[in-house]
């Protein structure tokens, strides 16, 4: 059932309170989702976006009870991922004219996923607008890699609504939508695992974005994102978080984390965690297994972290598969400006910290040369290190 938002602007997207995972498994959903879609009915109608292919039975059945399909005039696709996309073969065969507004990258996502070259693509840019009456217009902002070359926002006049995409959302299921009516604890933490696990990566662009939006001093009223809540109380201050966000963002915090076979790796985790402590009481000191803790969740903490310490035993002349699996999205996510050491047991070969320590680099952690590299389980000696790990990271 829709929603209302503003004067004639409603939701009619999906709360999804059942999903856990996301991006095939590749985040995970703690507090449900959603996928936000909009009607405007103003003397034109517009939808904007749709939802995820298995509710599009159901979305469309929702949008027939609201409105004759017939009466849209225009469909904005502002992105092309499926969770927004993923029920337009479904409408279109049932109004296959209707025009389709999206940036030239919209096209190519959609056609490519859908196979519908002949659906009646209207290409917008940047600056273009398009009258929707009662003295009300949408002005297209493209949002190249924010976080698909694809992205696009809407601007909607005289009601001041920007209609963002995935930016600014979170995986967060909110029955009654607005941010003020949220859990705020909750809130913040999704927001900030959204920005972390998905946008960090384009964190300038992010940044050069947002001075390009707010030089053009548009009034907004409302922040209607694409999933989680839509921002109607101080809507910028989740403009304003991105903006500090987007510059290499740190806490006072250090995170360990590691994974272990027999435990010696863990113990020198743990002396590690105690140094840093010990050395810096203000400093925030988190530990995580990385075969114990979801993997999302702990990429939010080296989000916020100034520094961490990654530890491994050496298996195969390698690493830990669960190790090796989580650097990798690492190495994905671009982190600037943290310092990073290294640590792990090993019974024969001790090629763990190595490998441990060129992975790091090219994540762009500057890893700091104190390390511990324990033979066997550690002894006072190795442990006692742990002094000179914290010194490191917390220097
Ligand atoms: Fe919510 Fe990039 O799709």
Redesign the pocket.
Known sequence: MRKPIKNNVSWIGKIDWALDKFHGDDYSVNHGSSQNAYLIEEEKVVLIDTVWKPHSTDFIDNLKKEIDLNKIDYIIAN?G?V??SGSLPQLMELIPNTPIYCTANGVKSLVGQYHHPEWNFKVVKTGDSQDIGNGKKLVFVEMRML??PD?MAVYMTGDNILFS??AF?QHFAVEELFNDRADQCLLWEEAMKYYANILNPFSPLVKRKIEEVLALNLPIDIIAT??GVIWRDNPTQIVEAYYKWSQDYQEDQVTVIYDTMWEGTEKLANRISRELSLHSPNTRVKQYNLSKTDKNDIMTEVFKSKAIAVGSPTVHQGILSSVAGWLEFLKELKFKGKKAAVFGCYGWSGEGNKVLREELTKAGFETVDAEIKCSWNPTDEDLNKAVDVAKALLG
Do not use: F, I, P, T
């Open positions: 992105h991922e969770d927004h976080h698909w992205s995409n995935d959302g694409s999933h």
